[in-house]
């Protein structure tokens, strides 16, 4: 959607905390902007860097009791990154339709979602053991609406047991054998 007013663009007063809607996503999860907005505009109360704004989590809402929850899973995330690394055209298209044209990601050979892709700062979090599973989750999350046909390693049969497993299995013994003899 458009933003009203519009943001101009030959000046930057009027961005950021001085805009409504702008300064309503920028502001920090679980902070109300409507308690806040005259501070936070006017410049009497700054935000730091370990308050995230809210247009980071999903239907900008945030859980305070599992703030794992919806973080970068944002709509405008989602459009943002297609945008940058799909084509600018891809951002409107709905989930699960891919765009013809080969943008930033097909040139590159990019086939699936990075930490790094989503966010560089954020990964400084995300390397963080406790919290493997869920950035599995949400790597998985993330290819399922940049890349839909991307098929995660988690869904495919395991290769031990299989055919392949088992020739690679006899081919190990049998160059014992033939190294033992």
């Known amino acids: 959607g458009h933003l009203t007013p519009p943001l101009n663009r030959l000046t930057k007063f009027g961005r950021g905390f001085g805009h409504d809607r702008t300064g309503e996503l920028l502001c920090p999860a679980g902070v109300d902007w409507k308690n806040l907005e005259t501070?936070?505009?006017?410049g009497e109360k700054v935000v730091v860097g370990h308050h995230w704004p809210i247009f980071i989590y999903a239907n900008n809402e945030f859980d305070s009791n599992d703030p794992w929850k919806g973080l970068l899973r944002s709509g405008l995330l989602i459009k943002a990154f297609k945008h940058v690394f799909i084509a600018p055209?891809?951002?409107?298209?709905?989930?699960?339709?891919?765009?013809?044209?080969?943008?930033?990601?097909?040139?590159?050979?990019?086939?699936?979602?990075?930490?790094?892709?989503?966010?560089?700062?954020?990964?400084?979090?995300?390397?963080?053991?406790?919290?493997?599973?869920?950035?599995?989750?949400?790597?998985?999350?993330?290819?399922?609406?940049?890349?839909?046909?991307?098929?995660?390693?988690a869904t495919?049969?395991?290769?031990?047991?299989?055919?392949?497993?088992?020739?690679?299995?006899?081919?190990?013994?049998?160059?014992?054998?033939v190294l033992s003899s």
Do not use: C
């Open 89 to 153: 055209s891809s951002a409107d298209l709905a989930d699960g339709t891919v765009t013809t044209k080969s943008g930033n990601a097909k040139i590159h050979g990019m086939k699936r979602t990075t930490k790094a892709s989503i966010v560089y700062i954020a990964t400084q979090t995300l390397e963080n053991p406790v919290h493997n599973r869920l950035v599995l989750d949400l790597l998985v999350w993330w290819d399922s609406k940049i890349f839909p046909h991307y098929v995660p390693e």
């Open 156 to 177: 495919m049969i395991p290769l031990e047991g299989s055919p392949l497993d088992r020739i690679q299995q006899m081919a190990a013994e049998s160059a014992l054998t």
């Open 39 to 42: 501070k936070l505009s006017s």
